[in-house]
């Protein structure tokens, strides 16, 4: 039979080894010649050789397929049983099933780890504890189903000593599957719209701790409020020279407001960051404290949260002296999108307030200058001056 002398040939599969391993080489080669040049562009070898092998392995299965099919039509033609499809799809299933499971099995044990760090806020481990719940009851569901489905089609495979029976309707049935799903959804989506409800209590509270961070491609700047704990207006239309956050300087309250490199936070104590765009979509990410939030050109939103966890508590915990919590962006907004990133250091309240005092202010002298403040204010003294002279 010629098909079983293809598949017998050591040359084809010689052959074939060969192509696999000549084409990885060459490819490999190629990603070295590339890196080096750093010229982008479509690596069209690559994508010929992966529709070749592509090609190659479909005329495979099909040879196979036809192979097989031949097998099946001798045996009819000398009388005897062709083989019998339904129990190897059966066993086909079965297996299906078991190294699906491991497999699942394995990602959980194995990746399972690798998701989230600690939370270090109030609100993220409620939503950890969502998390978990939400996986649980999907895992428990996803086991029950799969095992059933597999099984079933193993246990009830086509046999000419029965026939199948016959179930258009029950209502019983419809009731259960629809009863069920729609408790525990509720229960879901409550348990995670009183958990947003609390992060989005848009009422401002006294002692809250405001802070702006206003995203730009590519870098987060950080506004705080000064000695008077209370942000200035600001207004995009402002925006020009050194003033680049627009802040408006004829509100008294601006102009005692500091600017940082580092979002410095005290712990436990309620946060909200206030977060502007001024380009594109970007987007404020905080894994560690659960906090992710778009900042939207026009549209300003803001995140409440209480960090729990000092920068140098969580250094022990992860017993890594150089860790730092980090604020990134998580939206692609550009070519340096990945360079987005500010550390944000969780300190006790008196390091905090230390820290705060040294803070340099938004309102520079090139600054003053710029908007004529310095004259403004020069002007002001020496009408002053007069008005004290007439007096
Ligand atoms: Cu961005």
Redesign the pocket.
Request: proline letters at 0%.
């Given at each position: 039979m010629a098909f079983k002398k293809i598949i017998d040939s050591k040359k084809l599969l010689a052959s074939l080894a060969v192509f696999m391993l000549l084409g990885t080489n060459v490819l490999m080669a190629q990603t070295v010649t590339a890196d080096a040049a750093a010229k982008p562009g479509v690596n069209w070898l690559s994508v010929g050789y992966y529709v070749l092998l592509f090609v190659l392995i479909s005329i495979a299965i099909g040879v196979v397929g036809k192979i097989l099919r031949v097998y099946d039509l001798s045996q009819q033609i000398q009388g005897k049983k062709g083989t019998n499809w339904n129990n190897i799809m059966g066993t086909i299933c079965l297996i299906f099933m078991v190294v699906g499971l491991s497999a699942a099995f394995w990602d959980i044990t194995e990746q399972g780890s690798m998701t989230l760090p600690e939370a270090a806020s109030k609100h993220g481990v409620k939503i950890d504890a969502m998390f978990l719940t939400t996986t649980c009851i999907t895992l428990f569901v996803f086991v029950i189903t799969q095992i059933l489905l597999f099984s079933f089609l193993f246990r009830y495979k086509h046999s000419d000593k029965r026939r199948a029976y016959f179930l258009p309707h029950n209502n019983t049935i419809e009731k259960v599957w629809t009863i069920i799903p729609a408790i525990v959804l509720t229960v879901l989506v409550i348990f995670g719209f009183f958990t947003w409800q609390e992060v989005e209590n848009s009422s401002p509270v006294k002692g809250d701790i405001n802070i702006d961070v206003t995203?730009h491609q590519?870098a987060w700047e950080i506004r705080y409020a000064g000695p008077d704990g209370i942000l200035g207006k600001k207004d995009f239309r402002l925006t020009a020279g050194a003033n680049k956050l627009g802040i408006d300087f004829k509100d008294k309250n601006s102009m005692d407001d500091l600017q940082a490199d580092t979002l410095v936070l005290p712990v436990n104590k309620v946060i909200r960051l206030n977060i502007f765009a001024q380009d594109v979509i970007?987007?404020v990410y905080m894994p560690h404290f659960r906090v992710q939030q778009n900042a939207v050109p026009g549209l300003p939103t803001f995140f409440k949260f209480t960090p729990t966890i000092t920068t140098e508590e969580m250094r022990r915990k992860v017993d890594d002296p150089k860790f730092e919590y980090l604020l990134y962006?998580n939206?692609i907004?550009g070519s340096s999108?990945y360079n987005?990133q500010r550390v944000v250091r969780v300190v006790t309240e008196g390091e905090y307030n230390q820290w705060l005092a040294k803070q340099k202010p938004y309102l520079t002298p090139a600054l003053r200058t710029e908007l004529k403040l310095a004259a403004a204010d020069q002007k002001k003294s020496i009408t002053q001056n007069r008005l004290a002279l007439n007096n």
């Open positions: 995203g590519f970007h987007s962006c939206k907004c999108h987005m």
